[in-house]
Each structure stands twice: as C-alpha cells, then as structure tokens.
C-alpha cells in the first residue's frame, strides 16, 4: 500500500522560507511524477509543482522563482524549497505522486501559515 507522509509545514513571517518533504513508502514502482499542490480556505485546490520522473519541472506562475521542486528516487522523496513567502502562499499542502498506470496518491497534507 502506498503512502506518503508530508513534513515542514509551520509558521512563517512574510519574506521567510520553509522546506517541505515527502517520503513515499509501499510502492514496487517509481513514479511517473511527484508534486505539490495547495488549497486554500474556500479555495480550489491547485497544483503548485511538479516534478517527473525526466526532471521535467512545472510550476505555478505565481510560485515561479520563489519555489523549487526536487526529487530523490534513491529515497523516493519529493521535496518542495519555498522562498520568499507571501500570505497569499498560506494553505495545506498536499504531497501527490503518479503511478505509471495513472493511479493518483495522496498524502495527508501539511499546513503553512504565512503571517504578514
């Protein structure tokens, strides 16, 4: 059974910077694509990066230079490098990893709270 775990999530003042990881476990097979999304209090949830198995990275325009997406396959982990940090970044984020057959998987999610 897959699962992945987030961590790094917390506090942070406007300007400031936070690191979340996610540790996969229970795959027998690497994942096509390991990403981030984030939802917001009555907001939809929305993809922030991701990241595949080519290193091919997407971003969110509105994290664009401020985040960066890495993976280690070795470990499978995903990790999310968040710099610069606005209000408007804080939400729960969700880890989320792809199958090669398409199956999606979630993680639990992890709050980050921006104060201004």
């Known amino acids: 059974q897959v699962q992945l775990v987030e961590s790094g999530g917390g506090l942070v003042q406007a300007g400031g910077s936070l690191r979340l990881s996610c540790a996969a476990s229970g795959s027998p097979f690497a994942f096509n694509a390991m990403g981030w999304y984030r939802q917001a209090p009555g907001k939809q949830r929305e993809l922030v990066a991701q990241?595949?198995?080519?290193?091919?990275?997407n971003y969110v325009d509105s994290v664009k230079g401020r985040f960066t997406i890495s993976r280690d396959d070795a470990k499978n982990t995903v990790n999310l490098e968040m710099n610069s940090l606005k209000p408007e970044d804080t939400a729960v984020y969700y880890c989320n990893a792809r199958s090669p057959y398409g199956t999606n998987y979630w993680g639990k999610g992890t709050l980050v709270t921006v104060s201004s």
């Open positions: 990241i595949t198995n080519g290193r091919y990275t």
